[in-house]
């Protein structure tokens, strides 16, 4: 068996396209906000991803079939002219690390081939704590992308991500730069990483909406991150109000 | 050494062939399944395979001598001349997901060989809960199969298993399909998942008898069924004077 | 890197050689045995064997340096002219499944290379349990095999060991029978596996040394081994004694 | 995707080049000693290493951009013409003993292209304990550099590392010996393994400094390792006034 089947189901000309990654991950931000991109734009299938470095495993349609797990890549074609995009999604990541480089490898191969010069992976970084406003973090390949990235509020830290960026959306820009002469950024939305996060997909999706202008409807990832502002506010609210109780306690004891 | 090694005991000529899957896993279910199947009807050992992808062991016959771990391919020739029948079975499935996957095509590329272009896997479905008739789901590669198992009793739910079907059972149908333009169900026992379930995998051949209308006794399955129907019902005897005995304790307290 | 490197140091003519394992394994039984037989017979290496499926690992000597972690074989010609004997000796087995199996296969490719037809691998058997003392389990490839060990003392249940062998001692009978057509025996010792079991040792190796007729001076194993019996005697005594006290209690308690 | 991907930045014409390796490992002791050196000796990059076996992650410069993690080669022309070094410094050692084995291979493969035929390694020994002066210890390939590294305050022990060397450290000494018929030696300082130790690495690298004649500026390193060993004094005697105060506790029991 080759260790990644890939299926070509079309194979578009593209002009100038840029690969957008989002797999699952970190409150699976990334997922969530490609995922979303790629629905609600007019998109079209052109490659299957199929692998032994993804678990061994068929997952249910709702109808009673089921389907093999797999990565997918589908095209956008920019009505404007200036950039088309092709979007990674997936069930998994690579189970192992090696299985994380070949994947990503022959991914970048891929992209190589429809022409790919720059890549953007979304992803979440998880902070364990409630944020009101998910911050975005930015981590580029050089210079020219972390002013540019800044322009659209992404903030590029000097000290975060602390433990760097694991998984495709770091090793697409890793390899992408040392190997196949890509420049990328990756985009992550502050997420408490306790939950999925459409909140956080949300500001993660407006930076690629605005960066590329794309035409988006952002109504329905608009409501349900609204719905999880809600439960974070609630949360809060009762983690306040735990905290002030155990103040009062302790007021008595004191 | 080749990672995994085929030896072809006989090479039959069969009649569109299903292939039927039965291997180790949830209550043992399919495993008990295929055996029964393959030990009561008139089969014929075909293919042995071996694989580093197996544990590193022997086994015991009973009679001082060993066996090195293995998965069979046994055939069935069907004496009304409808489908023939090539069982999967053997001591253990692949260790690793990447052995999974390996063994799953090994194993599709010799039913390929024999003409093969329908599977049935077998398998159980753990709930945790001891049922009193367990329920057999159901999952297939198209709606036409979904339809047609259906008629057997079989239940397909739009939500389980909620976590796909992972192994053997559910790469051969994956892999199958994907790769090999086959078509094809996974048909799991529903069973507490606590112990070797023969209960379980008496419906489950119960529906393989019926589709593939085999002349199969099935007197000693059921002997086995029914000792572990009463266990069950003991079992869940205790639970519920259990259950109802801390409901008057607690009225005691209330 | 090749996975296993093979460095041949002599390649000797032997006369219809017999392979005698003895690795690293429960209570290192086959390893102080096999050691044993190599030590104090008139031995010489032939084969080295360093492998990234064993730990990367350098080991020390007690000199101030160093040697790389490997497997080894040594032949011992008979001089008596009928079975010339061939140990595989070492520091490690392979780390993992797949590891193992690479390994044992190419220890049977040259254990064949060298007109091996057939194998005795060596080992514990752990039981958890002080025995005063222990029985000698056997497992071989054919009944003719169990039957001529028998005469040696050799005991064959039904039912232990209930969970097969695992590592080389029963994959090099395993694939050794199946792959290579060479028959063999596992000698195991019964050990509790709670520590080094020279004891177990001596009685695997007094077998080994009336198979073969060998001219073996057995002092320094038995005397090893005795000091191992007295700690057992101690420990069974006080072991007895914690019991009998707690009957005791109990029986005020009572 | 090669499971090693080498990229020569530069291929300098070398005089009897030693590879002096110091990765991550315990205490960090190889890894600063090696880096200092590097840092502080005026060293050209020459190969750089990207693997499957190193984790799938990118690390953080600081400045928002970010770098896939790797290994490196610097080369260092010694002013006096005697011995040029190769120093093999990097983010990780590989991730799974294959791996190890694999590294340390290709490491040796490009070593041994520049002509090297003597290795240091440098690594840190872990004794749990807070020491008052690290003694350095060591592990060669043969006596001769036994002897003359004893010269230069090494300590060579019977017993210790009692588990031998684990790790690249280990490997590029072993595989060095055994497949490219080089010498070596592994410089160990001794640490408690809590944190990252520059004060074990200073004493490792005033070995190196002085066997090898260099001109090296120690200033900073010496500071770092001031720093720690004020903090261990502190640690010690807090830990002395910890056991006399039980002690007295335990007197007014007693």
Same mark, same amino acid.
């Given at each position: ?101 070949? +994947?990503?490898?022959?991914?970048? !191969? #891929?992209?190589?081939?429809? /022409? $790919? ?6 992803? @979440? *970084? ?45 090793? +697409?820009?890793?390899?992408?730069? !040392? #190997?196949?002469?890509?420049? /990328? $950024? ?6 408490? @990483? *306790? ?60």
């Amino acid at each position: 068996m080759e260790p990644i089947i890939v299926k070509y189901v079309e194979r578009p000309e593209l002009k100038d396209p840029v690969l957008i990654e989002g797999l699952p991950g970190v409150g699976n931000v990334g997922k969530i906000a490609a995922e979303y991109l790629k629905d609600n734009l007019d998109t079209k299938l052109m490659v299957e991803i199929f692998s032994k470095y993804f678990p061994p495993q068929v997952l249910m349609k709702g109808d009673g079939t089921l389907y093999l797990v797999r990565n997918q890549l589908w095209y956008y074609k920019d009505p404007k002219g200036r950039n088309d995009l092709i979007f990674l999604v997936g069930d998994y990541q690579g189970m192992s690390s090696e299985g994380q480089y070949e +994947l990503s490898y022959k991914v970048l !191969e #891929i992209a190589k081939e429809f /022409g $790919v010069k720059k890549i953007f992976t979304l992803g @979440g *970084y998880g902070t364990g704590r409630l944020a009101d406003k998910p911050r975005i973090f930015g981590a580029a390949t050089n210079q020219e992308l972390v002013k540019e990235m800044k322009e659209y509020g992404v903030y590029f830290s000097e000290t975060e991500p602390s433990g760097g960026i694991v998984g495709a959306a770091g090793l +697409l820009l890793g390899l992408g730069m !040392e #190997i196949f002469g890509m420049e /990328g $950024v990756c985009i992550m939305g502050e997420t408490s @990483g *306790y939950f999925s996060d459409p909140r956080s997909a949300y500001f993660v999706v407006q930076i690629v909406k605005e960066y590329f202008d794309l035409d988006l409807d952002m109504e329905e990832l608009k409501f349900r991150s609204e719905e999880i502002g809600e439960i974070t506010s609630q949360l809060k609210e009762e983690e306040m109000k735990q905290e002030s109780e155990q103040r009062e306690d302790l007021g008595y004891i004191g």
